[in-house]
């Protein structure tokens, strides 16, 4: 089977989303759960968009004609502006309310005035574009936002320019989906925490705090755990996580080994264990511990980390493989491809914007790579300048 075609498989297993009301400004990165509806129109009010001069009609004619008009008031951005009389101007900043009666807004670089210092008494306008038409230089009422606009939809996930608009239209709190919370199961008993701990066979627990890492990258809340080879110990865990987490991913147990875990106390009744045309990654499985959605990654640690790029990340983005793959241009070195199975290496990207790949597939190489490269099962070369298909890591 290839990845892709496994993704459509467990998307069934895509964690529930549960909602709940956060501040605005703490939710960059969170899924808006309803369309954000504007309430207002933004700009509220009639606002200059330079600094200059508002003139009305009369005014305007008087200034083609190379009279001086006379400056009846100054509005910094903030204050209520005077309205105009007819045939005078008023000093306006850029953000400052439009005095009524104005035709357009002349920019202070089109007048003889200083830009800065007090406001003259009349200015001369020294050029002027063949048209002026009514409103120049004037942002008018909802020219950004409409009251009722839909501004953000629903399903987003909002970016820090979301995080401004939801300021901009006054709004404090937004209704969400909460974190997701994903629970880590990693197993073995050779497994241990420190140096000193992992002497002789034993080996030290990489996966765990990669995978939380990726889980926390991912703005998702992690809820660690490391279990033995016993089977009463990971239903236990089992059993505690269904209370907390919304998707669980063990690491290890699954393979061909006498002393497999994960796989001989899920396999048929809760779980299912295959082999996948890929490498790294090759076994994979999945399952439910009641209605608790479960993926079982490989123990090795470049087939954990290309388990959850491929698969943990599908679901917690609600996005399959297949349409989450970009396409870039191959630097080299030419690769061989593999006959039964789809091939992923680390890549790093050229001056030139093209990805190369590194020449092995194991956790260290992919610590320095910026893309996953995929190279299509079959019986020729990859060879350079050929579009290939990646994904960001
Ligand atoms: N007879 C067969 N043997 C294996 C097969 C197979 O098809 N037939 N597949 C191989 C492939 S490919 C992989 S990948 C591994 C997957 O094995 P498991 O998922 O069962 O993982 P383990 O056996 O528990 O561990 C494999 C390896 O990774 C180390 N490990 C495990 N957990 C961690 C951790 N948290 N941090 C760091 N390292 C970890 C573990 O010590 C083993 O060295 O099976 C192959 N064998
Ligand atoms: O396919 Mo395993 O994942 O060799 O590393």
């Known amino acids: 089977m290839t990845p892709e075609d496994y993704s459509e498989l467990i998307a069934e297993l895509t964690p529930t ?29 009639p606002t200059s968009a330079m600094d200059g001069f508002a003139l009305d009609g009369a005014a305007l004619q008087d200034a083609r004609g190379g009279g ?29 309310p439009i005095p009524t009666g104005t035709e357009a807004v002349v920019p202070v670089e089109f007048t003889n005035a200083q830009a800065t210092g007090g406001p003259p008494r009349s200015i001369r306008v020294s050029s002027l574009p063949e048209e002026v ?19 953000i939809a629903a399903g987003s996930r909002l970016s820090a320019a979301g995080v401004g608009t939801l300021a901009m239209l006054g709004i404090d709190e937004i209704a969400v989906d909460r974190a997701p919370r994903i629970g880590v ?33 991912e703005g998702s809340d992690v809820i660690e755990a490391t279990c033995s080879d016993d089977s009463g110990e990971l239903r236990g865990i089992l059993g505690e996580m269904r209370r907390v987490a919304d998707l669980v991913i063990t690491t290890g147990g699954i393979s061909a080994g006498a002393f497999e875990v994960v796989r001989q106390t899920l396999d048929g009744e809760h779980s299912r264990f295959l ?32 388990g959850f790029h491929l698969f943990a990340r599908s679901l917690m983005n609600g996005q399959v493989l297949r349409t989450r793959w970009k396409k870039g241009l191959f630097a080299g070195p030419e690769l061989a491809h593999h006959p039964k199975a789809v091939t992923l290496r680390p890549g790093a990207f050229t ?28 019986t020729g070369r990859l060879s350079p300048g050929s579009v290939i298909d990646y994904l960001e890591c």
């Open 68 to 96: 001086a008009v006379p400056v009846i008031g100054d509005v910094p951005a903030g204050h209520d502006a005077p309205a105009l009389r007819p045939g005078t101007a008023v000093r306006v900043m850029t953000g400052a």
């Open 17 to 45: 989303a549960h909602p709940e009301t956060v501040a605005a400004r703490e939710a960059i990165g969170r899924t808006l759960r309803v369309d954000l509806v504007a309430q207002r129109s933004l700009p509220a009010f």
């Open 185 to 217: 199961i990693v197993t073995g008993d050779e497994l241990r925490t420190t140096g000193t701990e992992a002497a002789g066979p034993l080996i030290l627990n990489s996966n765990l705090p990669m995978l939380a890492s990726m889980i926390a990258a």
């Open 351 to 378: 001056d030139t914007g093209e990805i190369r790949a590194a020449d092995r597939a194991r956790l260290p190489n992919f610590a320095a790579a910026e893309a996953i490269i995929r190279i299509p099962r079959g």
């Open 133 to 151: 038409a009514k409103g120049w230089n004037i942002r008018a009422v909802g020219e950004d936002i409409t009251a009722g606009d839909v501004v």
């Open 275 to 306: 082999r996948l045309g890929l490498r790294p990654g090759a076994p994979q499985g999945h399952g439910r511990f009641g209605d608790l959605p479960l993926l079982h990654l490989p123990g090795t640690p470049q087939g954990a980390f290309i």
